[in-house]
């Protein structure tokens, strides 16, 4: 395949569309709140062999590097498995990197102890994805939601936090009055909500939202991912969005990183990644997501993804997207592609793109270099 041809493989997918109103763009220069560096979070598996080594390694993230500003939200998409989940528990560090570097607001908290992360907590919140399960069922809604501010010491006296918890149920949505209620009064979007005035109590700068919709109905995913938009014109979050549902991460991110079998194979702005797809991953992925117009849906081309995910204990050598790839050419079985810069505001780790002679003059440079037009 010739290299022109190679560059043009692929359709738009989904046309392209604006942001929606309330969803604005992050101030230009607004500074940086996390900086990820080649991150790597290894599993070892297996009874170990003599001397002490595992028999066996997942590589559930393996080189993964992105950046966040102020007022941003990330997308981070993907099949299950492709490390997604273990992404964002460990920038919150509830997992501890094999490799890499993560900076937040300007520190490097990688080897941070817990007593060291314990005044950082403060500034990085999550909300998970069950809001049956994340919410424990003994206990009442004004204890869920005001729990941070006792562990914290952010209230002196029971007013003052009854008044705290009253203030954040309101600004999600909820009445002052449900703080007295349990867990299991509420429906599937109440709790999320209930979840997401949690993660507000201590006021932080940046959220993991880990599939915080997948398990709601779709009239009730609107709602919650209106909440999230809100408060973040009026708060100034940043946002990690893990999610698998492309429709739902159109509406609320303004870049978009898609990850695979452990990597990140592109990151672009949201417009330019659903309208031009460079990626035959990304390619197959906004080929499967639904038009609402019956006749552009009938005639837009499909793209195919072959076979099975491979497993993270055994990837693929090369192109770990080479064994499914309709376009995989030699040299994707056996040079593992670059993630480099394409345009200016997009990293494609592709030979399609990048064919190997142009990846080897890269090699050289640092990766955060390579990819600066990108991770901002």
């Known amino acids: 395949m010739s290299e022109t041809t190679a560059r043009s493989v692929g359709p738009a997918a989904v046309p392209a569309a604006p942001l929606p109103s309330g969803v604005a763009s992050p101030a230009p220069g607004a500074e940086e709140v996390l900086r990820v560096d080649n991150l790597s979070v290894h599993f070892p598996v297996g009874s170990r062999l003599p001397f002490g080594r595992p028999r066996a390694t997942?590589?559930?993230?393996?080189?993964?590097?992105?950046?966040?500003?102020?007022?941003?939200?990330?997308?981070?998409?993907?099949?299950?498995?492709?490390?997604?989940?273990?992404?964002?528990?460990?920038?919150?560090?509830?997992?501890?990197?094999?490799?890499?570097?993560?900076?937040?607001?300007?520190?490097?908290?990688?080897?941070?102890?817990?007593?060291?992360?314990?005044?950082?907590?403060?500034?990085?919140?999550?909300?998970?994805?069950?809001?049956?399960?994340?919410?424990?069922?003994?206990?009442?809604?004004?204890?869920?939601?005001?729990?941070?501010?006792?562990?914290?010491?952010?209230?002196?006296?029971?007013?003052?936090?009854?008044?705290?918890?009253?203030?954040?149920?309101?600004?999600?949505?909820?009445?002052?009055?449900?703080?007295?209620?349990?867990?299991?009064?509420?429906?599937?979007?109440?709790?999320?909500?209930?979840?997401?005035?949690?993660?507000?109590?201590?006021?932080?700068?940046?959220?993991?939202?880990?599939?915080?919709?997948?398990?709601?109905?779709?009239?009730?995913?609107?709602?919650?991912?209106?909440?999230?938009?809100?408060?973040?014109?009026?708060?100034?979050?940043?946002?990690?969005?893990?999610?698998?549902?492309?429709?739902?991460?159109?509406?609320?991110?303004?870049?978009?990183?898609?990850?695979?079998?452990?990597?990140?194979?592109?990151?672009?702005?949201?417009?330019?990644?659903?309208a031009r797809p460079q990626h035959p991953y990304t390619q197959a992925l906004m080929s499967a997501v639904p038009v609402a117009d019956p006749e552009v849906e009938r005639r837009r081309p499909r793209v195919p993804v072959l076979g099975e995910v491979p497993s993270a204990l055994r990837p693929p050598s090369g192109c770990r997207f080479h064994p499914r790839c309709p376009h995989a050419m030699p040299v994707c079985k056996t040079v593992d592609p670059v993630l480099m810069a394409s345009g200016a505001d997009r990293a494609v780790a592709c030979h399609l793109v990048h064919p190997p002679g142009e990846q080897a003059v890269s090699s050289a440079a640092p990766l955060l270099q390579r990819n600066a037009a990108v991770l901002g």
């Open 58 to 274: 997942v590589k559930a993230v393996d080189g993964v590097s992105f950046s966040l500003r102020r007022g941003e939200t990330l997308g981070l998409v993907g099949e299950s498995g492709c490390g997604k989940s273990t992404t964002g528990l460990a920038v919150l560090r509830m997992l501890e990197p094999t490799g890499g570097r993560i900076e937040f607001e300007g520190q490097d908290i990688t080897r941070f102890d817990k007593k060291r992360m314990r005044p950082l907590r403060r500034g990085m919140q999550m909300v998970y994805q069950d809001p049956y399960g994340s919410l424990n069922p003994r206990m009442r809604v004004r204890d869920l939601v005001g729990e941070p501010l006792a562990v914290h010491r952010l209230v002196r006296n029971q007013a003052e936090y009854d008044e705290r918890v009253g203030a954040l149920l309101a600004t999600v949505g909820l009445l002052p009055h449900m703080a007295d209620r349990y867990p299991h009064e509420f429906s599937g979007g109440q709790r999320q909500r209930i979840g997401i005035a949690r993660a507000l109590a201590l006021e932080p700068s940046l959220i993991i939202c880990d599939e915080p919709v997948s398990a709601l109905d779709v009239s009730i995913q609107a709602q919650v991912v209106n909440v999230l938009v809100e408060l973040q014109q009026r708060l100034g979050l940043s946002y990690l969005f893990i999610a698998h549902d492309l429709a739902v991460v159109r509406h609320i991110s303004h870049r978009i990183a898609v990850m695979y079998l452990g990597r990140i194979v592109e990151i672009a702005s949201r417009d330019d990644l659903y």
